[in-house]
């Protein structure tokens, strides 16, 4: 199927639990998230805390998963947000003006690098529970 994932990984990681996704879409988005623990070197553990919200205690290595993430599903590109395809993937799920609302409020984010914008960009969709 062509809408992935929906960040929902980073949000299968943010809510694979809570949006309905397809079983094809969950078992993406698990083997997304299971490349970039092994790519990152980050524990399951990390990136379970990460999908669940938890923001405190992050290092490089777990903002550097949620990028890898976001690029696996098609999120980000080079550390640019790709703004179409998150309203393409995630709107039908979530809604399409709770979608543009927080492209209004998270997609301006700049982070030290990359890794570090994605994770501000992950934390920013996952407060206004749009779980990219």
């Known amino acids: 199927m062509k809408y992935l ?5 980073i949000v299968a990681l943010v809510a694979a639990d809570q949006v309905q996704l397809t079983d094809e879409q969950k078992a993406r988005a ?15 553990e990390q990136a379970m ?6 923001f405190e205690n992050v290092d490089d290595k777990v903002k550097c998963f949620a990028n890898c993430f976001l690029e696996k599903s098609g999120f980000l590109v ?3 947000i790709k703004p179409d395809v998150v ?3 995630i709107g039908p799920i979530v809604g399409v003006e709770k979608v543009k609302a927080a492209q209004e ?11 570090d914008t994605a994770f501000q960009l992950y934390q ?6 749009t779980q990219i």
């Open 78 to 80: 080079d550390g640019q």
């Open 87 to 89: 309203l393409e993937k």
């Open 124 to 129: 920013c969709y996952y407060k206004q529970n």
């Open 49 to 54: 805390a990460l999908r669940e919200g938890k």
């Open 30 to 44: 698990k083997a997304n998230a299971g490349a970039c623990i092994e790519q990152e070197g980050v524990a399951k």
């Open 105 to 115: 409020k998270c997609d301006s984010l700049k982070g030290t690098d990359k890794c």
């Open 5 to 9: 994932i929906v960040l929902v990984a």
